[in-house]
C-alpha cells in the first residue's frame, strides 16, 4: 500500500495560564474482526451556528487537564496574536472496574451535565475564532485495561465516541479523534483493532477530518494487528518539557 505523507506540523503553543504544553504532530494517511455495533440513537446538544474552519495548516495549544476552560475565558486573545489557530478538548471519561464509563466533569458547576460543560467549551473556542480538535479521553486508573473487562470497555468507548462524533457534528467541529491514545488504554492489538473498526461509524456520522492518536513513535510496526487507513491524520504526542531545542527535532523527525 502506497501511503501519501503530507506532514503537517500542529505547534502546541503556551498561554499564560496553561502549565505543561506538548508539541504533537500529524501525518496524513490513506483505509478482521467484527466492528462494534453502533450505539442506539441519543438525544444531542443543540448546534451553534458556527462554520466548519477550512484550515491548510494546524498550529494549536493542548493545556493541561482541566486548563481548558481557564485558557479559554482568559487567553484566547494571546492565542490568537500568537498565531493560534486550533484548540484541542478532551472529553473524559474513567473506566470502572466493571468496564463502564463515568463522565468527568472539567469544572464544579457542570457536575450535573459534564456534556453541557464540553459543548459550552467548544462554542468557547469557536466564538473567539478557533477551530477545535475533539479527543474523546478513556482512562484507566491502572493503565492498560486488564482482558477480562476490556471488551465491555471497547464497546463502551465505542459508543462514547460514535455519540461525540454526532455532537462534534452538529458543533462543526474541525479535527475529531474517537479515542486518545487507544494503544494506551486497550494495548497495541486491541488497540489498533479498535481504531481501525471504529472509523466506519464515525464517518458515518462526522463530515469533519477524523485523526488516530497515539502517545509516540516507540508504537514501532502494528500492521499484523489492523490498519489505519482511511484517517485523515496520525497525531502524535511530542512532549518538548526540559528537552533541548536538537533533542527536540532528533525526536520529531524520528516520529515523523
Known sequence: MTVRKNIVILIVAACITVGATAYFLAQQVHDHKTAPPAPQPQENASSQSHQRLNLSFFKGVWTQP????????HDTDNMIADGINIFALSIFYDINSDGTLTPVPFAPEWEENPEEGYVTLI?????????????????????????????????NSADVSVYWAEIAEQENVELFSPINEPTQVFGVEDG?????????????????????KFYGP???????HGTIAGYDYVSVHVYAIDTSESEFFEYLEETV
Open 66 to 73: 482541566g486548563g481548558e476552560k481557564r485558557a479559554l475565558e
Open 192 to 212: 489498533i483493532w479498535w481504531s481501525e473498526n471504529i472509523l466506519p461509524l464515525i464517518k458515518q456520522r462526522f463530515s469533519g477530518e477524523v485523526a488516530v
Open 218 to 224: 516507540e508504537l514501532g510496526d502494528f500492521s499484523e
Open 123 to 155: 462554542r468557547k473556542a469557536h466564538d473567539a475564532g478557533l477551530g477545535v480538535y475533539l479527543t474523546v479521553d478513556v482512562e484507566y486508573a491502572d493503565g492498560v485495561v486488564p482482558a477480562g473487562i476490556r471488551d465491555v470497555a471497547m464497546q
